[in-house]
């Protein structure tokens, strides 16, 4: 059997099937169904029960290598968070996505309504108050639910008793003893996971290093959950967008599994190069949701906002008034003036509220050019190995990406040895975040193209530099001081962290000297006004098997105003290393991009991304 191999699931009903869930009156108890309202059988049921008549078939205590280790541990899990997640013991060899219906096999009628009541076991009577309604999906001939499942080199022993385990399960969900859940599921043997791989970019582009940006387009093929820093009490949310050290372990392992490769890459030269040395490396950006009909964006990509970004907490009815009193408004600028207003005696007071409406501006904190993923809740019991039962006091719920979803990275420094490295990793299909043992997580790259060249960082920064000492002689002109009264700076540049800065911990500076001394611009640049938020990284290292140490670091979205007394011109070597290569630490794993240039222009052709939230199913077991 090859590395990877992409099989098909077929569960045809023998019987009726309810896949548990609960309505809050708990009066009715409905099947799970996806947005069209046609049922489906999650991955983690199926793998539960194929995992249940494996060990029953086989209690040598071999299931944990083929299935992963029992249940839903986000933090115990290599990888999730990691850089290189390669291989180790405790990564499971199988993956079950959602069974859908057939479509030769879909009905029209596939959900009928069951009305029971409870029987009083010390009785033998219909328990007072308790009658309800079971929806389950109907008895009827030749309804088959399909599956992707894939496994990652099976020998010919562990096949055969995989093979034993799906054919010995005869029924699942609730309801068995009444009869609901009888099954038979077949194995259907599928090709080599990417064994029809194609060419990401087309022939004639250029793969030149440093010859610009691209654009990497993936879909979500199952639902995700993306994980997050914190847990909820038994809630596991998940994030909007992949960070960019995890969507680069996933490409990287993929394409390590994809070539056979099962051993420590870190001192190989050309691995070294490629992956771990910031300053050679290809670089990966976060990928963030994009919208699926808007065309318009198609070459867009999503950012997180400026941090000094704001709109008025009404502009949502604000209809009928101009674009462009409805646009966000960047208030760096506006600061930095009543800042310095403040010290010369003048109280300013706060930022100016909304041109339509007068109420306060709040700060903009979802993307630009992006739009909030479709996402549902699912509710999961932790099974006790020991008894085979749902553990007592384990009930959490588990937050999901909806599958479908399109995402959108940047990459900077692609060569031909990268090129190969995607192409390798689209080929053999990516895993990313929690529960890829219970079908989460599978992801397909679609797409590579050339990201549209930005303006010239001559041209940005003197046009921000223009606009803002304009700003200062209308300044000293209200306040009938000279310019150079005002004490600012002869020139400004702004910066934008479109990912976090990492800094270096237990230096005793002050957080604007610390982000100072990760930009290196030289002697004479202070940072004159900022809008900054601060936050932790950390991770796990898949290489030395271990966490890595929490280290501070500023927030994307995070802008910077620098001033100095230098030509600009001097900077601008500086500011395009930077630029190109990023700053501040961990850059290889996709920390430290920063865009140069006045954030108020970044809101010009964009638009702020709406919450859509939708319900897929109720909960299951």
């Known amino acids: 059997m090859s590395a990877s191999m992409r099989h098909r699931l077929n569960v045809y009903l023998e019987g009726g099937l309810l896949i548990g869930g609960k309505t809050s009156d708990g009066r009715r108890v409905h099947t799970m169904v996806d947005r069209e309202g046609r049922p489906i059988i999650p991955g983690s049921t199926l793998k539960g029960v194929i995992r249940h008549a494996y060990e029953r078939l086989f209690p ?57 009541v409870a029987i009083d076991p010390d009785t033998g009577r219909a ?16 309804l088959c639910f399909e599956a992707t499942m894939v496994l990652d080199a099976l020998d010919a022993d562990e096949t055969r008793r ?62 995700l959950n993306l994980g997050t820093e914190r847990l909820l009490g038994n809630y596991y949310p998940s994030r909007r967008e992949i960070p960019a050290r995890t969507l680069r372990g996933a490409i990287v392992t993929a394409a390590l599994r994809r070539r056979g490769i099962r051993r ?54 604000h209809a ?98 990268a090129l190969h490295l995607l192409e390798d990793a689209a080929a053999a299909g990516l895993f990313v975040g929690h529960g890829r043992g219970q079908g989460y997580g599978r992801m397909r790259i679609v797409g590579l193209r050339p990201a549209p060249p930005p303006r010239l960082l001559e041209q940005r920064v003197a046009a921000f530099d223009t606009r803002v000492e304009r700003a200062l002689e209308r300044l000293a002109r209200l306040k009938q001081v000279p310019r150079d009264a005002l004490d600012a700076p002869a020139h400004h540049v702004a910066l934008t962290l479109r990912s976090p800065l990492v800094l270096v911990p237990d230096r005793g500076l002050r957080l604007e000297a610390a982000a100072l001394e990760m930009l290196d611009l030289g002697d004479g640049v202070r940072i004159v006004d900022s809008d900054l938020t601060v936050t932790q990284r950390s991770g796990w290292n898949a290489l030395a098997d271990r966490p ?28 395009r290393a930077i630029e190109a290569r990023g700053a501040g630490q961990r850059r290889e794993e996709g920390y430290g991009w920063v865009d140069i240039g006045d954030p108020a222009e970044q809101t010009e052709p964009t638009e702020i991304a709406g919450e859509q939230f939708a319900e897929e199913g109720t909960t299951h077991a």
Do not use: N
């Not at 499971?92 to 596939?110: H, Q, T």
């Not at 328990?127 to 030749?142: E, L, S």
């Not at 996971?193 to 879909?219: I, K, T």
């Open 60 to 116: 040598d205590g071999s299931s944990d290598a083929l299935f992963g280790m029992p249940g839903f541990e986000p933090f115990a899990t290599p990888g999730e968070d990691a850089s290189l997640a390669v291989t180790t013991g405790r990564v499971c060899k199988l993956s079950i996505g959602d069974a859908r219906v057939a479509i030769d096999s879909a009905s029209s009628k596939m959900l009928v309504d069951k009305p029971q």
């Open 127 to 142: 328990r007072d108050h308790r009658f309800f309604v079971r929806r389950t999906v109907a008895p009827f001939a030749g």
């Open 162 to 223: 995989l093979d034993a385990a799906i054919a010995s399960v005869f029924a699942l969900g609730a309801g068995r003893s009444a009869g609901l859940g009888r099954v038979h599921i077949e194995r259907l043997v599928g090709q080599g996971v990417g064994e029809q791989g194609r060419a990401l970019v087309e022939v004639g582009e250029s793969l030149a290093p440093g010859g610009g940006e691209w654009l990497l387009d993936l879909v979500a093929e199952e639902p």
């Open 264 to 317: 420590d890459l870190s001192e190989a030269p050309a691995f070294h190069r490629l992956i771990l040395d910031p300053e050679t490396c290809l670089r990966f950006g976060d990928a963030r949701p994009v919208a699926q009909d808007d065309r318009s964006s198609r070459l867009r990509l999503p950012r997180p906002a400026p941090r000094s970004l704001r709109r008025c907490k009404h502009a949502a009815h």
């Open 320 to 417: 009928g008034q101009s674009r462009t009193l409805q646009r966000p408004t960047d208030t760096l600028l506006e600061s930095y003036l009543r800042l310095l207003a403040a010290r010369h005696g003048v109280h300013a007071g706060s930022v100016a509220g909304c041109a339509v409406c007068g109420m306060p501006m709040r700060r903009v904190d979802r993307d630009l050019d992006g739009t909030v993923p479709r996402r549902s809740f699912r509710t999961r019991v932790r099974i006790d190995q020991r008894t085979g039962r749902a553990e007592e006091g384990y009930l959490f719920a588990v937050e999901l990406v909806a599958p479908g979803t399109r995402f959108r990275a940047r990459l900077g420094a692609l060569d031909d040895d």
């Open 548 to 575: 890595k140490a929490v280290e501070p670091a500023l927030a994307a979205g995070s802008v910077l105003l620098v001033g100095t007394d230098r030509p600009p011109e001097s900077l601008l070597e500086r500011l």
